[in-house]
């Protein structure tokens, strides 16, 4: 099928896709002549894109149209849109057109059935921090892909320190790959010794502010900014995780002894996860739990409008803290 729909908010791997789509569709020797990236700013970029794609390729090669960060699948005019009814059934097999979009395709939207029709559409989001199970997976699909052996240990340790980042995993797995060379297993001390543990130090946070440990709390944040780790990558570890536990206290306190339940509840893959959950917050009142979201939600909103990355964080975390340690007020 010469039409493809990329979309999600993981970019490193579509970036990929985009590349391995690209160096299979264009002769090196006549890319140049062949190739169109048409961006998001460009005035008809839709319409030159049609254009282009009916297009006969110049010389060896097929043609790669790709029309990048597109909105077609959210707006798109009447004349717009019959002017794509119009070409897309009729694009060449000399050329292929490529979509993508950080944005979900309006399943409402016109166009996006017209392109249910006539592409192939692949999905590219990113695993949430919270979903440790699958990050794990993702792994040891990209290690084996890679030709990376790693031990279950070292591949639980790889996922507990780079968390949800596809861009780091690649790049962790060719240094570890330079390391032990594609005979010899990685074992979980390789891993601690040439892995920074960023995403896992965001999980230590998250577990300081459920002790209400503020000085650990403050130290694990200013060791996370001295890694460059980015602040909305931060909070959206800590989000994943309070709201893992507190959906875990909820459904425990409400009387729900199934743990498959609970697990569903709180979109754990793995139920066996389940008792450590409720043995993290058995001593905690549901009603701080409750009031974490609320302030990372306002953490991540002033993140978001430009504030003081550190300052905001520093003082955030302290709140959540004073929440958990009993010092705060109750809402």
């Not at 699909?141 to 996922?159: E, M, N, R």
């Not at 893959?269 to 959950?277: C, D, G, M, V």
Request: with cysteine; glycine share 6%; net charge neutral.
């Amino acid at each position: 099928m010469p039409i493809y729909l990329f979309w999600g908010d993981d970019e490193y791997a579509m970036q990929q896709a985009v590349k391995d789509l690209r160096d299979r569709t264009l002769n090196p020797n006549w890319a140049s002549f062949n190739y169109d990236k048409i961006p998001p700013e460009q005035p008809d970029g839709v319409i030159q894109a049609l254009n282009q794609a009916m297009t006969p390729p110049f010389g060896m090669g097929q043609r790669l149209v790709w029309l990048a960060e597109t909105t077609l699948c959210q707006r798109c005019s009447e004349d717009l849109l019959a002017e794509l009814s119009r070409t897309l059934p009729n694009i060449p097999d000399s050329t292929v057109l490529l979509l993508t979009s950080s944005s979900k395709p309006d399943g409402r939207a016109k166009s996006t059935k017209l392109l249910q029709k006539h592409a192939e559409i692949r999905e590219f989001a990113a695993i949430a921090p919270w979903q440790t199970d699958q990050i794990v997976q993702r792994v040891r699909q990209v290690a084996q892909s890679t030709g990376v052996k790693l031990t279950p240990g070292a591949a639980q340790l790889l996922a507990e320190a780079i968390g949800n980042d596809t861009r780091r995993l690649h790049n962790e797995l060719e240094k570890l790959h330079l390391f032990a060379g594609s005979n010899k297993p990685i074992d979980e001390g390789a891993i601690a010794l040439l892995v920074s543990a960023s995403a896992q130090n965001s999980l230590k946070l998250a577990e300081a502010i459920r002790l209400g440990d503020t000085g650990r709390a403050i130290a694990l944040v200013a060791d996370l900014f001295a890694r460059n780790e980015p602040a909305l990558r931060i909070v959206a570890t800590l989000v994943g995780q309070f709201r893992t536990w507190l959906w875990v206290k909820l459904m425990t306190e409400s009387g729900e002894r199934d743990n498959a339940a609970i697990a569903r509840a709180a979109d754990i893959a793995n139920p066996k996860r389940i008792y450590f959950l409720q043995q993290d917050v058995r001593a905690i009142a549901l009603y701080r739990l409750q009031q974490s979201l609320p302030l990372l939600l306002q953490l991540e909103a002033g993140l978001k409008h430009g504030a003081d990355e550190r300052v905001l964080m520093q003082s955030k975390v302290i709140e959540l803290c004073q929440v958990f340690s009993g010092t705060g007020q109750r809402s």
